[in-house]
Protein backbone atom coordinates (compact mmCIF):
# COMPACT_ATOMS: atom_id res chain seq x y z
CA UNK A 1 0.00 0.00 0.00
CA UNK A 2 1.04 3.52 -0.48
CA UNK A 3 2.58 5.62 2.10
CA UNK A 4 3.13 9.08 2.31
CA UNK A 5 5.34 10.20 5.46
CA UNK A 6 6.21 13.28 7.94
CA UNK A 7 8.20 13.78 10.42
CA UNK A 8 6.12 13.72 13.60
CA UNK A 9 7.17 17.05 15.01
CA UNK A 10 8.62 20.14 14.00
CA UNK A 11 9.73 23.40 16.00
CA UNK A 12 10.53 26.56 14.52
CA UNK A 13 10.84 30.27 16.59
CA UNK A 14 8.30 32.72 15.91
CA UNK A 15 8.75 34.83 13.18
CA UNK A 16 11.43 31.97 11.26
CA UNK A 17 10.25 29.67 8.48
CA UNK A 18 8.72 26.15 9.22
CA UNK A 19 8.95 23.73 6.29
CA UNK A 20 7.20 20.14 6.52
CA UNK A 21 8.00 17.44 4.16
CA UNK A 22 5.79 14.77 3.22
CA UNK A 23 7.20 11.94 1.20
CA UNK A 24 5.73 9.13 -0.64
CA UNK A 25 7.29 7.22 -3.62
CA UNK A 26 7.01 9.32 -7.42
CA UNK A 27 4.88 11.74 -5.26
CA UNK A 28 5.75 14.33 -7.19
CA UNK A 29 3.75 12.66 -10.22
CA UNK A 30 0.66 13.34 -8.15
CA UNK A 31 -0.68 16.10 -6.40
CA UNK A 32 -0.41 17.13 -3.01
CA UNK A 33 -2.44 18.78 0.01
CA UNK A 34 -2.46 19.92 3.26
CA UNK A 35 -4.58 20.42 5.77
CA UNK A 36 -4.11 22.10 9.31
CA UNK A 37 -5.77 21.26 12.28
CA UNK A 38 -6.08 23.12 15.76
CA UNK A 39 -7.01 21.09 18.70
CA UNK A 40 -10.43 20.28 19.05
CA UNK A 41 -11.09 21.54 15.40
CA UNK A 42 -11.81 20.07 12.01
CA UNK A 43 -8.83 20.01 9.12
CA UNK A 44 -8.60 23.04 6.94
CA UNK A 45 -7.25 23.17 3.74
CA UNK A 46 -4.23 25.31 2.99
CA UNK A 47 -2.76 24.25 0.09
CA UNK A 48 -4.14 22.28 -3.08
CA UNK A 49 -2.65 21.02 -6.42
CA UNK A 50 0.76 21.72 -4.66
CA UNK A 51 1.15 25.04 -4.24
CA UNK A 52 -2.00 27.34 -4.76
CA UNK A 53 -3.79 28.80 -1.43
CA UNK A 54 -7.73 28.48 -0.78
CA UNK A 55 -9.29 31.84 -0.36
CA UNK A 56 -8.70 33.39 3.51
CA UNK A 57 -5.50 31.07 3.50
CA UNK A 58 -2.43 33.90 4.76
CA UNK A 59 0.21 34.76 2.24
CA UNK A 60 3.02 32.60 4.19
CA UNK A 61 1.87 29.60 3.45
CA UNK A 62 3.11 27.90 0.34
CA UNK A 63 3.83 24.86 -1.35
CA UNK A 64 6.14 22.48 -3.53
CA UNK A 65 5.89 18.90 -4.54
CA UNK A 66 9.01 17.35 -7.21
CA UNK A 67 10.61 13.96 -7.13
CA UNK A 68 9.52 11.58 -3.93
CA UNK A 69 9.11 15.04 -1.67
CA UNK A 70 6.24 17.67 -1.46
CA UNK A 71 6.52 20.28 1.33
CA UNK A 72 4.63 23.18 2.80
CA UNK A 73 6.86 26.22 3.83
CA UNK A 74 5.46 28.65 6.55
CA UNK A 75 7.32 32.09 6.03
CA UNK A 76 7.03 34.55 9.35
CA UNK A 77 5.46 31.48 11.74
CA UNK A 78 2.87 32.43 14.13
CA UNK A 79 2.04 31.67 17.33
CA UNK A 80 -1.85 30.83 15.61
CA UNK A 81 0.27 28.81 12.84
CA UNK A 82 0.48 25.75 15.92
CA UNK A 83 -1.11 22.99 14.51
CA UNK A 84 -1.13 19.49 12.86
CA UNK A 85 -0.72 19.06 9.52
CA UNK A 86 -1.83 16.64 7.20
CA UNK A 87 -0.26 16.44 3.66
CA UNK A 88 -2.48 14.09 1.53
CA UNK A 89 -2.46 12.66 -2.50
CA UNK A 90 -4.59 10.86 -4.42
CA UNK A 91 -4.40 8.35 -7.75
CA UNK A 92 -6.49 5.82 -8.89
CA UNK A 93 -4.03 3.12 -7.41
CA UNK A 94 -3.81 4.31 -3.85
CA UNK A 95 -7.25 6.14 -3.93
CA UNK A 96 -6.95 8.39 -0.71
CA UNK A 97 -3.98 8.78 1.66
CA UNK A 98 -3.01 11.00 4.35
CA UNK A 99 0.44 11.51 5.94
CA UNK A 100 0.76 10.48 9.77
CA UNK A 101 0.75 14.32 10.29
CA UNK A 102 2.99 16.60 11.80
CA UNK A 103 2.71 18.53 15.29
CA UNK A 104 3.92 21.87 14.60
CA UNK A 105 5.04 23.78 17.89
CA UNK A 106 5.70 27.75 18.23
CA UNK A 107 8.34 28.44 20.42
CA UNK B 1 -21.83 30.20 3.24
CA UNK B 2 -21.05 26.04 2.55
CA UNK B 3 -21.87 24.11 5.74
CA UNK B 4 -21.90 20.62 7.06
CA UNK B 5 -23.46 19.35 9.65
CA UNK B 6 -22.94 15.59 10.41
CA UNK B 7 -25.13 13.64 12.99
CA UNK B 8 -25.93 9.61 14.18
CA UNK B 9 -22.74 9.04 16.04
CA UNK B 10 -22.86 7.33 19.91
CA UNK B 11 -21.78 4.40 21.49
CA UNK B 12 -22.39 0.73 20.07
CA UNK B 13 -21.55 -2.48 21.32
CA UNK B 14 -18.64 -4.14 18.85
CA UNK B 15 -20.83 -6.15 16.29
CA UNK B 16 -23.14 -3.29 16.19
CA UNK B 17 -24.15 -0.82 13.11
CA UNK B 18 -24.74 2.48 12.80
CA UNK B 19 -25.57 5.27 10.48
CA UNK B 20 -24.08 8.36 10.33
CA UNK B 21 -25.73 11.55 8.54
CA UNK B 22 -24.63 14.49 7.13
CA UNK B 23 -26.36 17.37 5.90
CA UNK B 24 -24.81 20.04 3.67
CA UNK B 25 -25.89 23.90 2.69
CA UNK B 26 -24.71 26.93 0.92
CA UNK B 27 -23.97 25.06 -1.92
CA UNK B 28 -25.61 22.65 -5.07
CA UNK B 29 -25.04 19.22 -3.14
CA UNK B 30 -25.70 17.01 -6.46
CA UNK B 31 -22.55 18.90 -8.22
CA UNK B 32 -19.56 17.50 -5.34
CA UNK B 33 -18.52 13.94 -4.53
CA UNK B 34 -18.58 13.97 -0.75
CA UNK B 35 -15.99 11.95 1.56
CA UNK B 36 -16.05 10.86 4.33
CA UNK B 37 -12.76 11.01 6.89
CA UNK B 38 -12.62 9.97 10.79
CA UNK B 39 -10.13 10.18 13.35
CA UNK B 40 -8.68 7.87 16.14
CA UNK B 41 -8.64 9.37 19.82
CA UNK B 42 -4.76 10.94 19.39
CA UNK B 43 -4.00 9.90 15.66
CA UNK B 44 -3.96 11.33 12.43
CA UNK B 45 -6.56 11.65 9.65
CA UNK B 46 -7.72 8.86 7.67
CA UNK B 47 -9.71 8.29 4.57
CA UNK B 48 -12.84 6.13 4.87
CA UNK B 49 -14.97 6.25 1.55
CA UNK B 50 -16.38 8.92 -1.38
CA UNK B 51 -19.04 9.17 -3.45
CA UNK B 52 -19.44 11.02 -6.43
CA UNK B 53 -21.56 14.11 -6.96
CA UNK B 54 -24.48 11.98 -8.71
CA UNK B 55 -24.05 8.85 -6.48
CA UNK B 56 -23.37 5.66 -9.28
CA UNK B 57 -19.88 5.86 -7.79
CA UNK B 58 -18.87 4.42 -4.55
CA UNK B 59 -15.25 3.84 -3.03
CA UNK B 60 -14.32 2.68 0.46
CA UNK B 61 -11.04 2.19 2.16
CA UNK B 62 -10.14 -1.65 2.32
CA UNK B 63 -10.28 -0.98 6.41
CA UNK B 64 -13.74 -0.87 5.78
CA UNK B 65 -14.56 -2.46 2.33
CA UNK B 66 -17.52 -5.01 2.75
CA UNK B 67 -18.51 -3.80 6.61
CA UNK B 68 -19.59 -0.31 5.48
CA UNK B 69 -22.08 1.68 2.81
CA UNK B 70 -21.85 5.27 1.63
CA UNK B 71 -24.97 6.64 -0.36
CA UNK B 72 -26.60 10.28 -0.60
CA UNK B 73 -29.98 11.36 -1.11
CA UNK B 74 -29.47 14.61 -3.61
CA UNK B 75 -33.30 15.41 -3.30
CA UNK B 76 -32.75 16.13 0.86
CA UNK B 77 -28.87 17.05 0.38
CA UNK B 78 -27.74 14.46 2.78
CA UNK B 79 -24.86 11.99 2.69
CA UNK B 80 -24.98 8.62 4.77
CA UNK B 81 -22.60 6.53 6.15
CA UNK B 82 -24.22 2.88 7.05
CA UNK B 83 -21.35 0.90 9.43
CA UNK B 84 -22.01 -2.28 10.05
CA UNK B 85 -19.70 -5.37 11.54
CA UNK B 86 -18.13 -2.61 13.62
CA UNK B 87 -14.64 -3.30 15.60
CA UNK B 88 -13.17 -1.15 18.34
CA UNK B 89 -10.76 0.10 15.92
CA UNK B 90 -13.62 1.93 14.43
CA UNK B 91 -13.76 4.26 17.31
CA UNK B 92 -13.05 7.45 15.79
CA UNK B 93 -14.21 10.86 14.87
CA UNK B 94 -16.03 11.15 11.63
CA UNK B 95 -15.56 14.14 9.38
CA UNK B 96 -17.81 14.64 6.98
CA UNK B 97 -16.05 16.60 3.99
CA UNK B 98 -17.05 18.17 0.61
CA UNK B 99 -14.44 17.15 -2.22
CA UNK B 100 -13.84 19.89 -5.02
CA UNK B 101 -15.19 18.37 -8.08
CA UNK B 102 -18.14 16.03 -8.68
CA UNK B 103 -15.67 13.10 -9.02
CA UNK B 104 -13.54 10.71 -7.90
CA UNK B 105 -10.86 11.70 -10.05
CA UNK B 106 -7.82 13.62 -10.25
CA UNK B 107 -7.36 16.34 -8.82
CA UNK B 108 -9.04 14.66 -5.58
CA UNK B 109 -9.35 16.97 -2.40
CA UNK B 110 -11.82 17.91 0.46
CA UNK B 111 -12.07 21.78 0.16
CA UNK B 112 -14.96 21.72 3.28
CA UNK B 113 -14.95 20.06 6.21
CA UNK B 114 -17.96 19.02 9.14
CA UNK B 115 -17.41 19.30 12.86
CA UNK B 116 -17.19 15.53 13.07
CA UNK B 117 -19.45 13.11 15.09
CA UNK B 118 -17.49 10.47 17.41
CA UNK B 119 -18.23 6.88 16.92
CA UNK B 120 -17.56 4.65 20.06
CA UNK B 121 -17.20 0.73 19.97
CA UNK B 122 -17.07 -1.13 22.96
CA UNK B 123 -18.50 -3.50 25.27
Known amino acids: SYELTQPPSVSVSPGQTASITCSGD??????AYWYQQKPGQSPVLVIY???KRPSGIPERFSGSNSGNTASLTISGTQAMDEADYYC??????????FGGGTKLTVL | EVQLLESGGGLVHPGGSLRLSCEGS????????MSWVRQAPGKGLEWVSA????????YYADSVKGRFTISRDNSKNTLSLQMNSLRAEDTAVYYC????????????????WGKGTTVTVSS
Open chain 1, 26 to 31: KLGDKY
Open chain 2, 97 to 112: AKVWSGYYTSPFYMDV
Open chain 1, 49 to 51: LDN
Open chain 2, 26 to 33: GFIFSSYA
Open chain 2, 51 to 58: ISGSGDGT
Open chain 1, 88 to 97: QAWDSSIDVV
